[in-house]
């Protein structure tokens, strides 16, 4: 089998699998929120709420059929690409929800997914490129210091010394209460002042968006810091590296142009795991800095057990885990001739 049929194969047999994860997703988010202690009619109305109330609730969330009927119900509303109502956003639908507050959690991801990159493969090159000294030694404790920092941890003291002490970025918050927020074009603070082209705007908006999204970006490095670091030196070491010094190419050249560029074919796989990490710091993130997006939501519903926002957001959010892990596998597979199908 050629190549590029064997690559094709490889992409229908990974699209043909993403109903089977969302499946099983949409499954595990259903029966956990159905095994969870308490009752939503409760949480939401109060317990000191007329019974009749409750009930009505409860007939509304369709908790008062079998659990078998309720799976179906769930299903079916799915296949229709209907998450529901919220109950605790004013009546909006789920997918309002999300566009209302998602753009921000996309901003704040794209923010520390350029950090941790930028950071974790620095530090990683610097590291590799020097074994046996202090460089050497710093990475390796950067990265296992940075990878076992609890995120809300390192969120609230990193807040405490650079908001509250400094006083150099804000505490919490998306954008200055006391100026008219960006015209929402695409939802992304940063994007909409740069194309309405207010500067004031946008230099706002990356000042609240910079200590969070160095928080999460720097804790998530350490994954790339210690891939970097591992394979490079591994790729240094190569036959074609010591030939490539025997034909005296500088040193500098062999590692960005040789060497580099095949240590990284291992974090594009990484990628698609790093992000669903991401998704996950982001949800303790945007609660530590009060960030308004999807993901503090979600942690808002979860709280007041929100039945239909919960399983819309989680859904949601597992479509694009699933979403992403396919690319990076696809991509991955293109760059690497060395996967075999």
Not at 14 to 20: H, Q
Request: charged share 15%.
């Amino acid at each position: 089998m050629s190549r590029s049929k064997a690559l094709q194969y490889y992409i229908i047999i990974r699209l043909l699998l993403a109903p089977l994860m969302l499946w099983t997703i949409t499954t595990v988010v259903f029966l956990l929120l159905r095994a969870t202690p308490g009752d939503p009619a409760d949480a939401i109305l109060g317990g000191r709420a007329p019974e009749s109330a409750k009930e009505e609730l409860r007939k509304q969330l369709g908790l008062d059929l079998p659990l078998w009927l309720q799976y179906l119900n769930y299903m079916g509303s799915l296949l229709r690409l209907d998450l529901g109502k919220s109950l605790t956003s004013q009546g909006q639908s789920v997918w309002q929800v999300i566009v209302d507050y998602f753009p921000a959690t996309a901003e704040l991801a794209v923010c520390s997914m350029v950090v941790a990159l930028t950071v974790g493969i620095a530090i990683g090159t610097l590291s590799a490129s020097r074994p046996g000294t202090f460089f050497d030694f710093g990475g390796r404790l950067f990265g296992i210091i940075t990878y076992s920092l609890p995120m809300f941890w390192a969120g609230m003291l990193l807040q405490l010394i650079f908001a509250v002490q400094l006083g150099w970025f804000p505490s919490s918050g998306r954008f200055a209460s006391s100026l008219p927020s960006p015209e929402r074009l695409t939802g992304l603070y940063t994007i909409d002042s740069l194309l309405s082209g207010d500067l004031a705007q946008f230099f706002t908006a990356l000042h609240y968006l910079a200590l969070p999204s160095i928080t999460l970006g720097v804790l998530l490095s350490g994954i790339f810091e210690r891939i970097v670091r591992v394979n490079l030196k591994q790729t240094l070491q190569a036959d074609y590296v010591e030939a490539a010094r025997a034909r005296g190419i500088p040193e500098r050249k062999i590692l960005v142009s040789h060497a580099l560029k095949n240590a990284l074919i291992p974090v594009i796989t990484v990628l698609g795991l790093t992000f669903a990490s991401l998704l996950g710091g982001a949800i303790l993130t945007e609660v530590t800095f009060s960030w308004p997006g999807l993901a503090n939501k979600l942690y808002e519903a979860i709280s007041l057990r929100d039945y239909p926002t919960v399983q819309g957001l989680l859904v949601f959010f597992g479509s694009i885990v699933v979403a992403a892990s396919i690319l990076i596998d696809i991509l991955n597979a293109y760059v690497d001739p060395r996967i075999r199908y």
